[in-house]
């Protein structure tokens, strides 16, 4: 005799659904290492998704914004400064 399962959609079981997925996603965390174990990012889940949603909206919100105003975009590095003792090498002919 073959049993029958029915599955009803209602609002119980949709807010249980999303109630199991967001204890899901804030239990997990994101690791990022290389095969050897050095770990380069060891965030929570829920921090990654939302930095991955958020960064290339405003990312793009900021290219718009330089398209259509005067703001300049500049990506800066420090380098750390160079020791002072410099030698000079004569070079003759």
């Known amino acids: 005799m073959a049993t029958k399962t029915t599955f009803n959609i209602d609002s119980?079981?949709?807010?249980?659904?999303?109630?199991?997925?967001?204890?899901t996603i804030q239990d997990s965390k994101l690791k990022?290492?290389?095969?050897?174990?050095?770990?380069y990012i060891h965030i929570s889940l829920i921090l990654a998704i939302i930095i991955?949603?958020?960064?290339?909206?405003?990312?793009?919100?900021?290219?718009?914004?330089?398209?259509?105003?005067?703001?300049?975009?500049?990506?800066?590095?420090?380098?750390?400064?160079t020791s002072m003792k410099t030698q000079m090498i004569e070079l003759n002919k």
Not at 17 to 23: M, R, T
Not at 32 to 39: A, L, M
Request: zero cysteines; hydrophobic letters at 50%; charged letters at 20%.
């Open 32 to 39: 990022v290492g290389t095969p050897s174990g050095k770990v």
């Open 52 to 81: 991955a949603v958020i960064f290339p909206v405003a990312l793009i919100l900021l290219l718009v914004s330089t398209l259509f105003s005067s703001i300049n975009i500049a990506i800066e590095k420090e380098m750390p400064e």
């Open 12 to 23: 119980k079981s949709i807010t249980s659904v999303f109630e199991k997925a967001f204890k």
